[in-house]
């Protein structure tokens, strides 16, 4: 059995965690490909990253009360089974209009792993350790978002997408499987509270109730926002507009997934030399400079497509730097509730991110400024709650 403490937890914990990214990023590189062979627009064919975020958030919604209340293993298991039956759905969609619901459906099962990977890591660490462990997981699970687009492009030439959703079905089937063999169950005292959908509703309102847990979700959903901007509208700039290539793409976008990398190793160095909070202060910082600087270069005409990556990378840096502290924090106070406090953080997150995905992919169009502008906004939003929230990020529960 996987132990506390352990390099082997920590992998299987941020290959669980790396199931909703690897769902996007493997077949970025084929968005237009996919967009040309069903006839479809660029907003119909962003709408397969949309509907994604949104079935993420509304399958978030049940697996952190649902299990606080039975066990993490059987719940996770659910997850990562309705993810590999949906994901079959996807490969054989026959248009548009079904690949997007599919996509949903893909979603809801991806939700489960993500929401319960952030409560396990709770069940078992506190404090600046659980921030650090996050850390840890950014960074494996960074690896991820690397190789996937590159994966996933060369895929696209050879193969065609559909295959690559066949890669995302033998990964689910393979996490199931090491869940199942190996995985303890984690919870150390199961929730009385009944399982409904009114009872759920007052528990995140308890919840939103504790002005540091919602400081810490406002954080998290704006890093989060501005990453899923670039992740939703990159293909479109930087293959449309810029004349990349499906290959060059995923070279580009690895830009980004470098600083994420590098966000995150710093981060469990910064948690042993100072607070989750400064390392926040980093984070914030860089996001806000990633962002001004892209809208700053875009909007001066710059044509080559580091003007995009290039700060993209500072912004993933601070991805990296935020997240993982801000998730730890928000989830710090609520030990024995932490699965809920997980799945609200998420539903949060991924409404926000969908939401901001369909206004960019309405706005797409024969200019890039929608993109660094969606970032930038983010970017300087999270800089300035970060600054004006000292006072309820120390108030008490």
């Known amino acids: 059995m996987l132990k506390p403490d352990t390099l082997a937890l920590t992998i299987v914990l941020a290959l669980l965690t790396a ?19 069903f006839g479809a627009t660029t907003g119909q064919a962003q709408l397969t990253l949309s509907a994604f975020l949104l079935g993420f958030a509304a399958g978030q919604f049940f697996y952190g009360p649902v299990s606080d209340r039975i066990g993490r293993r059987p719940v996770l298991l659910f997850g990562l089974g309705l993810y ?34 952030r409560a396990i890591v709770r069940d078992f660490y506190e404090g600046p350790r659980a921030g650090k462990e996050l850390s840890r997981m950014g960074t494996i699970m960074g690896v991820v978002p690397a190789i996937a687009p590159l994966f996933g492009g060369v895929i696209a030439q050879v193969s065609g997408w559909r295959v690559t959703f066949g890669v995302m079905i033998l990964c689910g089937l393979a996490l199931a499987a090491t869940v199942f ?46 990453l899923f901007a670039f992740i939703s509208g ?42 989750l909070d400064d390392t926040i202060r980093f984070g914030v910082a860089s996001l806000a400079a990633g962002g001004v600087l892209m ?10 497509s580091l003007a995009i990556s290039g700060p993209m990378a500072i912004y993933g840096l601070g991805v990296g730097l935020t997240m993982p502290q801000s998730m730890a924090s928000a989830l710090m106070p609520f030990p024995d509730r932490a699965g809920a406090a997980s799945s609200l953080l998420g539903i949060c997150q991924m409404t926000f991110a969908a939401i901001l995905g369909i206004v960019l992919g309405r706005n797409l169009g024969g200019s890039a400024l929608p993109l660094p502008a969606a970032i930038a906004v983010t970017g300087v939003l999270a800089l300035a709650v970060s600054l004006g929230t000292e006072r309820a990020r120390r108030a008490p529960a």
């Open 19 to 37: 199931l909703g990214p690897l769902s996007t990023d493997m077949y970025l590189p084929s968005l237009p490909s996919i967009a040309a062979g």
């Open 84 to 117: 590999v039956l949906a994901t079959l759905a996807c490969a054989l969609a026959p248009s548009i209009e079904v690949l997007i619901g599919a996509r949903f459906l893909q979603a809801l099962g991806a939700s489960g792993p993500i929401v319960l990977g």
């Open 181 to 226: 063999l190996r995985l303890p169950e984690s919870i150390r005292r199961k929730s009385k509270e009944p399982i409904s959908f009114v009872a759920i509703l007052k528990g995140f309102r308890s919840l939103l109730g504790h002005a540091g847990y919602r400081t810490y979700v406002s954080l998290s959903m704006l890093a989060y926002g501005g």
């Open 234 to 275: 990159s293909s479109f700039v930087l293959q449309g507009l810029y004349g990349l290539s499906e290959l060059a793409y995923a070279f580009s976008f690895s830009f980004v997934v470098v600083g994420f990398i590098g966000g995150t190793y710093l981060a469990q160095h910064l948690v042993g030399r100072y607070d």
């Open 295 to 304: 809208l700053v270069l875009v909007a001066s005409g710059a044509q080559s």
